[in-house]
């Protein structure tokens, strides 16, 4: 065993899995898992741990994972995440966890990751359930939004003795994590299912097709309904266009759209009836995690697949795992590339798209060098359907509904670190507040907000 590489990770050919929507990567078995774990140097003082958002244990998961006291691991985890399988499966771990780990200095970091999502798999597949609060405290918690925010604030409360009700808008809870992401990253039935089972089993009630600022709104919640706190992980779901000449032909979509006809109405399955017009060239605009997953998709429906992208490759914000996968299994890459103009046909549906070529130049104020055009190099790219994912922002139903709620000018709620918001008894966090982040992200904001509801309650 060389103790300087990860031990390899199980996953389908990519010639087969780019026909199918089956799961990509079969993570670890037990002996494989156990060998992994065995890497770890147990360091007296765990960067890894201050790498990860939800301030997971991660040597002592692990060394319980080297010693196949897997329930224990699972023990560990659950303290701090309510959802190990879905982290283990998204999480940004190159740039967190693993990122962090000294192993990774001169060789290969710990797959924190894929011990995680095995620690969460074993546990589901054994039948390991959370343990739920010893009785409750009678005060009343509204979440709004079941996404990894709002499931996370959840559970915590739950933990803590607050009788807590989830109003999620769709009529299946699990928000980004079922209308999001494809069902090759991130299973839904066997896994997103099971760890909203899991929250739910620690006492928290969801209700769905409950839109708040229409159904019923925040102040609602406080005045009538006997809610003590409210917290808001509501999401950014509104998407972004460029605004250019043809964006509103038949066949333009944005990847919010596209993936959730997809993911959640099940468009890839010939067993139901929901539209979706797949394409047989697609372009997909940017090159973040959602693009990643959108051009996947329609991959996997059939058709040839360009991600049209205004900067390099060292700029692609989407994972690094998620850009190789998208290769190996044929995606084009167009790279230093922006879109101009979308050419409709006689019956308004796309039938091109002029693009221009890009250089980069000086840093933008996030210390991205700037793409900028190349005059004379327009060109067209032969598709017929193009999928917008230049990122998304909240919707403003719930603050234009709220007294008392400010937003700043993106429409994102104003919250400080700990969710607190400028309406007192609600808090708020994730991409309803950040605009749109990681998973990982929001189930931290959603701790903070469940600590910070806890304090302001116990005042009472």
């Known amino acids: 065993m060389d103790v300087l590489k990860k031990v390899p990770v199980r996953e389908q050919e990519p010639s087969v899995r780019a026909k199918n929507f089956e799961e990509v990567c079969l993570g670890y078995n037990m002996e494989?898992?156990?060998?992994?774990?065995?890497?770890?140097?147990?360091?007296?003082?765990?960067?890894?741990?201050?790498?990860?958002?939800?301030?997971?244990?991660?040597?002592?998961?692990?060394?319980?994972v080297e010693e196949g006291n897997i329930e224990e691991a699972a023990k560990v985890i659950g303290k701090s995440s309510a959802l190990p399988?879905?982290?283990?499966?998204?999480?940004?771990?190159?740039?967190?966890?693993?990122?962090?780990?000294?192993?990774?200095?001169?060789?290969?970091?710990?797959?924190?990751?894929?011990?995680?999502?095995?620690?969460?798999?074993?546990?589901?597949?054994?039948?390991?359930e959370p343990e739920k609060a010893e009785g409750t405290n009678g005060k009343k918690v509204a979440v709004i939004g079941s996404g990894?925010?709002?499931?996370?604030?959840?559970?915590?409360?739950?933990?803590?003795?607050?009788?807590?009700?989830i109003f999620e808008a769709l009529h299946e809870p699990?928000?980004?994590?079922?209308?999001?992401?494809?069902?090759?990253?991130?299973?839904?039935?066997?896994?997103?299912?099971?760890?909203?089972?899991?929250?739910?089993?620690?006492?928290?009630?969801?209700?769905?097709?409950?839109?708040?600022?229409?159904?019923?709104?925040?102040?609602?919640?406080?005045?009538?309904e006997g809610f003590d706190a409210v917290f808001i992980g509501s999401g950014a779901g509104l998407p972004r266009f460029m605004g250019i000449p043809g964006e509103s032909a038949n066949g333009v979509f944005s990847a919010n759209e596209y993936l959730t006809r997809s993911n959640l109405m099940k468009a890839f399955n010939e067993d139901y009836d929901t539209p979706l017009v797949a394409g047989k060239k697609v372009a997909v605009v940017g090159g973040g995690n959602v693009a990643m997953d959108a051009a996947r998709t329609a991959l996997r429906l059939g058709a040839e697949v360009h991600i049209v992208?205004?900067?390099?490759?060292?700029?692609?914000?989407?994972?690094v795992e998620e850009v190789h996968h998208a290769k190996e299994e044929g995606v084009?890459?167009?790279?230093?590339?922006?879109?101009?103009?979308?050419?409709?046909?006689?019956?308004?549906?796309?039938?091109?798209?002029?693009?221009?070529?890009?250089?980069?130049?000086?840093?933008?104020?996030?210390?991205?060098?700037?793409?900028?055009?190349?005059?004379?190099?327009?060109?067209?790219?032969?598709?017929?359907?193009?999928?917008?994912?230049?990122g998304t922002s909240p919707n403003p139903l719930i603050s234009s509904t709220t007294v008392g709620l400010d937003t700043d000018r993106r429409k994102c709620i104003i919250a400080d670190e700990s969710g607190k918001t400028t309406k007192e008894g609600v808090y708020a966090g994730g991409d309803a507040v950040t605009g749109a982040a990681t998973v990982i992200l929001a189930m931290e904001a959603g701790k903070a907000g469940a600590k910070g509801i806890h304090e302001f309650l116990s005042k009472q």
């Open 332 to 390: 084009i890459f167009d790279l230093l590339t922006n879109p101009v103009e979308i050419f409709e046909d006689e019956n308004g549906w796309v039938k091109g798209m002029k693009c221009i070529r890009m250089e980069l130049g000086e840093p933008d104020a996030s210390g991205r060098r700037s793409p900028v055009e190349v005059p004379g190099s327009e060109f067209e790219l032969d598709v017929d359907t193009v999928i917008m994912s230049l």
């Open 148 to 165: 990894p925010s709002g499931l996370t604030c959840a559970g915590d409360l739950a933990k803590l003795g607050y009788n807590v009700t």
């Open 174 to 224: 699990g928000g980004v994590l079922v209308y999001g992401i494809p069902e090759f990253r991130l299973p839904k039935d066997t896994v997103v299912k099971h760890e909203i089972e899991n929250v739910k089993k620690l006492g928290v009630k969801i209700e769905t097709n409950v839109v708040i600022g229409q159904s019923t709104k925040i102040d609602e919640l406080l005045n009538e």
């Open 32 to 64: 494989e898992a156990q060998e992994e774990a065995s890497r770890c140097l147990k360091c007296k003082n765990p960067q890894c741990q201050k790498g990860c958002p939800v301030s997971i244990d991660i040597p002592a998961f692990i060394k319980e």
């Open 85 to 128: 399988a879905v982290c283990g499966r998204v999480c940004p771990q190159e740039s967190q966890c693993e990122g962090k780990c000294i192993r990774g200095i001169k060789g290969e970091p710990i797959s924190i990751g894929k011990l995680e999502r095995f620690v969460a798999d074993w546990s589901r597949e054994n039948g390991i």
């Open 309 to 319: 992208y205004r900067r390099s490759e060292e700029e692609l914000p989407a994972r």
